[in-house]
Nanobody, 119 residues
Framework: VQLVESGGGLVQAGGSLRLSCTAS????????MGWYRQAPGQQRELVAA????????NYADSVKGRFTISRDNAMNTMYLQMNSLKPEDTAVYYC?????????????WGQGTQVTVSS
């Protein structure tokens, strides 16, 4: 199983980035997907999550109205569009895939991609 994030980088405050997470080795369409982030010295926190069919999403209060999570099950890929970026968004962003289907349970993480927002 692999979750590979891409799209991170350095951007000025107010700018935008689009993160991607491409999965292999899993049946992507039956996994709830999420983006987490971890800044230095802080705990990993949920940024956004999206359900199997993509109909339901939820966001951390700190990113509501600025970030949009989406998924393309045909491409086994999840996205995070990040607009109006702030220095406090600086963190390593991780992709997470969770399976909870009957008795089936699984939880996978990507390696992370660095997002740095300069002021």
């Amino acid at each position: 199983v692999q979750l590979v994030e891409s799209g991170g980088g350095l951007v000025q405050a107010g700018g935008s980035l689009r993160l991607s997470c491409t999965a292999s080795g899993i049946t992507f369409s039956i996994y709830t997907m999420g983006w987490y982030r971890q800044a230095p010295g802080q705990q990993r926190e949920l940024v956004a999550a999206i359900t199997i069919g993509g109909r339901t999403t939820n966001y951390a209060d700190s990113v509501k109205g600025r970030f949009t999570i989406s998924r393309d099950n045909a491409m086994n890929t999840m996205y995070l569009q990040m607009n109006s970026l702030k220095p406090e968004d600086t963190a390593v962003y991780y992709c997470n895939a969770v399976l909870a289907l009957g008795s089936l349970r699984a939880d996978y993480w990507g390696q992370g991609t660095q997002v740095t927002v300069s002021s």
